[in-house]
């Protein structure tokens, strides 16, 4: 499950490209397809990190550069239609906008509950705590404050095993690969500069949980959409955005943005 691309499903129509989240895994996105046109191949670009790689660069815009590349050399001479659930949304944004710097068409980009700023919070705690608190806490996974300063990769391995996360069972190259992967999306979100997208975009916000992105947040990403901007909400948290139930819940409007 290391691949650069995973195919989740085949088909002969047109791919959907899913663009990888903060932990940087594709499979994640596996309960979409029963909301995606039955004809339409299915694939979930991974990061770097995942297929091994450390020193990657934080800049979007070569970011999007090389999701491009994976996207027309996965499925030559074909429309692309993009979704992206937290920052696989910020990246999807900009790789719709790459593919139509191209030449290509982009009939369809989604995202799921992605913030075009990165929250404050956010800014605050990752400047008073390592890289790999920082990862672990936007994954959900808590750390004692004692440890935000001093907590490193290892005993970050040790508190993911610790835990019910999905990870807690991973092998230990490949937590330690989202945790790297995480840490690094929060950068690249950091310094991120949008291009503009001239198409249309639906946006599913997470109504619900304690760290929820508002309506207006999620207008922010207006001046970077040439299109409508049509947004929909769904009780769930951020963090079950990809799960069976939630995705029930938001599916039918994702098959009438896919399809149209």
């Not at 191949?41 to 990061?47: E, F, M, N």
Request: glycine share 6%; net charge negative; with cysteine.
């Amino acid at each position: 499950m290391t691949a650069p691309v995973l195919t989740l499903r085949h088909g002969d129509g047109d791919p959907v490209f899913c663009l990888p989240p903060g932990t940087g895994l594709g499979w994640q996105y596996t309960q979409l397809t029963r909301y995606i046109p039955e004809d339409a191949p299915v694939h979930a670009i991974q990061s770097p990190f995942i297929t091994g790689e450390r020193e990657v660069s934080t800049d979007l815009a070569e970011l999007a550069c090389r999701y491009a590349d994976l996207v027309v050399a996965t499925a030559p001479d074909r429309d692309y239609r993009l979704i992206g659930w937290s920052f696989g949304g910020n990246v999807a944004i900009a790789v719709a906008a790459e593919l139509r710097a191209r030449g290509h068409r982009v009939p369809s980009v989604v995202l799921l509950d992605s913030a075009a700023e990165v929250p404050r919070e956010y800014l605050e705690r990752a400047a008073l705590v390592s890289p790999a608190a920082a990862a672990l806490l936007s994954l959900g996974i808590a750390v004692p404050p004692t440890e935000f300063e001093t907590l490193g990769i290892a005993d970050a391995v040790a508190r993911v095993r610790a835990t019910e996360n999905f990870m807690a069972h991973f092998d230990t190259d490949t937590i330690e690969a989202v945790i790297h992967g995480s840490a690094w999306s929060l950068t690249v979100m950091t310094h991120a500069q949008y291009p503009v997208f001239d198409g249309d975009v639906l946006f599913v916000r997470a109504a619900a949980g304690a760290r929820v992105l508002t309506a207006e947040a999620a207008r922010r990403w207006e001046p970077f959409v040439g299109g409508a901007l049509r947004l929909v909400e769904v009780e769930a948290t951020h963090a079950q955005m990809l799960d069976r139930t939630v995705v029930d819940a938001y599916g039918p409007e994702l098959e009438r943005e896919l399809t149209r």
